[in-house]
C-alpha cells in the first residue's frame, strides 16, 4: 500500500512562505494557546491523516495522505523553501491537515513520526510563532 501512496502524490502548488517562523513573547501568546490536550486517538474518525516533512539536498517539503476505510482518498505535497527546515515542513504537514479537516468539518486522526512536533504543540511555552498559529488551528481538533 505504501508504493501506491507514493505513486499518486503530486506536487499541489510551491508555498512562498520564506522563513516560516519567528519568535513571539511569551506575554503575548495568550494563554488558551500554551498549553493544548493531545490525545492518542478519535474513536469516531472520519478519515486516517498521514503527515510527513522531509529535506533532500536544498529541497524541503511536505506530504500529506488521507486515507478512509484504509483506501487512499487525497494525498497532497508541498515544496517549500530551502531556508525552511525539517522541523517547520512536519509541523506545517499537521497544520495543513488541521486546516483541512476544520475547512471540511471532518473528524480525523492525525498520525506524524515527528515528536518535536508533538512535544511542540503540547509546550505550555511555545516561543515560535509558527507554533502558536498550529496550536490555535489544531486546538479544537486534537
Known sequence: MEE????????????????LDNF????SVPIE???????PQIANSQ????????????DCGLSVCILKNEHPFKSFKFK?????????????????????????????NIYTDNQSSIEALRSAR??????????KESIFVW
Open 80 to 108: 517549500l523553501s530551502k531556508n525552511n527546515t525539517v522541523f517547520q515542513a512536519e509541523l506545517a504537514a499537521i497544520n495543513f491537515a488541521v486546516r483541512w479537516a476544520q475547512e471540511n468539518g471532518f473528524k480525523i
Open 4 to 19: 501506491f501512496l507514493k505513486q499518486y502524490l503530486c506536487l499541489r502548488r510551491v508555498l512562498d512562505v520564506g522563513e
Open 24 to 27: 513571539a513573547k511569551l506575554p
Open 126 to 135: 511555545p516561543r515560535s510563532a509558527f507554533v502558536i498559529e498550529a496550536k
Open 33 to 39: 494557546f500554551r498549553i493544548i490536550d493531545i490525545k
Open 47 to 58: 478519515f486516517e491523516v498521514y503527515t510527513d516533512g522531509s529535506r533532500s539536498g536544498d
